[in-house]
């Protein structure tokens, strides 16, 4: 086994660490030439479907970029095959869902979760992982907003009328559907951390479309139970969303031992919002990858020195890799990260 | 002329009013039937060139809800006709620019706007309106970035890429460009205003796609230009854009006399940001008006007793109306901010 680098764990846990630790959300994708030759021969389920090609994707950004941690290659719509519901990741739109819920009989009808059963391929593909890799695996699970929000609108969305319509209209059903949704999540990242899997991120990507308010009535209590279901599981959680400034302290609230943030806020801001007892992840502009090496070597700069002398930053982007994205960039990141955030912590 | 109801323009200068005054971005639109019924027979920018027309369309949202305001119908790329753009408005996508600006000799291209000479039939609209309306009536124009990101980009984005690889990569460009932009919307308002426009928007409606830092370098001095090019001008200037949480206090800084907000933060959280010397506009989630009439109410009353007492609100909903809202629905939230804007006041 090569030598571990835990230096993505301790800033979970605001521990001291020797520089700050960095990975990308969308770390292996479409922006890496290998993925796309792939992608030519199987679909996104199928490398989730096949453990050792899994984890071949799953190892690759660690190998090329050297990031400090890795996240299972999967998708937040996988588990919810099992559960009954028949979707298509259709290529540059999203999740499609062949009938989308729209009463009670819909949501009685989603099975529960048994992940060793019907999702072993996953769990498979974690303990091969966690077998050879040279960092932290981060799990994943939807959040049960976002994951909601597909299930009911059939497809992606910008208004989410659809989804807000039940919440407000249907509140029994919606919140059967998202206690059925915590339940799945926590059934599902409690398998992945018996596998092996070193910490976990809740993707609720989609709930900053809600006001304050929304997310207190519809939201809050689902996302409690399932931090407070995963607490004694013992790895740190990550909660991300993004356009989320308004919902921060309700997040917080909500648990998990890191937020992740956008870069639509000052990190420091956000950290100063947060309070100082969690950890915070990002929150680069993943379009700043398109832009010339001083401006971008200026920026991760600037965000590290933003918070430099706080223990529990992780360095990301504020969201996924864009496709487009150069690899050569990412590595530079990587390396700008490891030297100046070493240089900000020594002051 | 019809009694003068100008409840809305004394909210915009935080005067006393008997009580909130209220009025819908898109409330000419695709929601009515009278508007759809108009739309089989011309296009958007058909009934934009037609006076009467455009008078009428921008009327029948007054007649029908009660709104305190008319906000005049139009788009915000019709003045970049003129300027030498060539785009159409693509049914349910969005403007579509034929020659998208990739450099400084597509920005060199582009001709100062005169108004008076190649948007005549705006401002006769104008003219038309503004004898007959019985509220004040809301010119408005895109901003600067909102609009360059159409320009750049050539078609609505959700990652805005190509916009901001233009303002890190070829700063120079993406100045002249958002300078020719500021240039055109100062001459567009003041026209506006001459031909009788009471108060203004802008609508820097993507804004909220930047970080605070790049907000800063790159937005805030062309917004403070429009602003201090405009003061003079002694009406009402609302400067509105969604997701801007994180950047009010530069949209604040860069100035307008209202400022609007989406739903995704608390008003008064938010007006305790922007400060008491500004009068603020929002922020009804456009979705809650497919919520059952008992929680729809709720909301308009919560948001009124949330800044009960402070002067200067004007209700709206955070984004424009949904196409697919019932007329019915508007109306009764024109009469609950009414009857209730009109309550809190009184405590």
Chains 1, 2 share one sequence.
């Not at 937040?76 to 999203?94: D, F």
């Not at 499609?96 to 996953?122: F, K, N, S």
């Not at 919440?167 to 059925?180: N, S």
């Not at 799945?184 to 976990?200: I, K, S």
Request: aromatic letters at 8%; one cysteine or more.
């Amino acid at each position: 086994m090569p030598p571990w680098n835990d230096r993505f764990l301790r800033a979970c846990r605001r521990e001291p660490v020797d520089t700050t630790p960095v990975w990308f959300m969308r770390q292996a994708g479409r922006y890496q030439a290998e993925y796309r030759a792939l992608r030519e021969r199987y679909t996104l389920l199928e490398i989730c479907r096949r453990p050792e090609l899994c984890a071949q994707v799953t190892r690759l950004p660690v190998e090329q970029l050297g990031v400090d941690a890795a996240i299972l290659f999967s998708d937040i719509m996988v588990p919810l095959g099992p559960m009954g519901v028949e979707y298509e990741l259709k290529e540059s739109v999203g999740p499609i869902v062949a009938r989308p819920i729209a009463g009670m009989a819909d949501v009685a009808r989603l099975r529960p979760l048994e992940p060793e059963e019907t999702l072993d391929y996953v769990l498979e593909t974690i303990r091969l992982l966690v077998r050879e890799l040279p960092v932290p695996l981060i799990g994943f699970v939807g959040g049960p907003f976002t994951l909601a929000s597909y299930l009911i609108e059939g497809q992606p969305t910008r208004t989410f009328v659809k989804t807000k319509a039940m919440m407000y209209g249907q509140p029994a059903v919606w919140h059967a559907l998202l206690e059925r949704l915590t339940d799945m999540a926590v059934r599902y990242l409690r398998a992945q951390v018996r596998a092996g899997a070193h910490a976990v991120q809740v993707f609720d990507s989609w709930v900053g479309c809600l006001s304050p308010a929304d997310y207190r009535a519809f939201v809050l209590p689902h996302m409690q139970r399932l931090f407070a279901e995963t607490a004694d599981l013992g790895v740190p959680r990550i909660h991300f969303g993004v356009n989320t400034l308004g919902l921060l302290p309700l997040m917080r609230a909500a648990g998990g031992e890191v937020i992740g943030v956008d870069w639509r806020v000052d990190l420091a801001a956000a950290w100063d919002l947060l309070g100082p007892d969690v950890a915070v992840q990002g929150n680069l502009d993943p379009a700043l990858l398109f832009a010339p090496e001083d401006v971008l070597r200026q920026r991760v700069q600037d965000i590290l020195a933003s918070v430099a002398g706080r223990a529990g930053h992780i360095f990301n982007l504020g969201h996924g890799v864009l496709p487009q994205t150069s690899p050569d960039r990412l590595r530079q990141v990587v390396d700008w990260v490891h030297s100046m955030g070493g240089d900000q912590r020594e002051h």
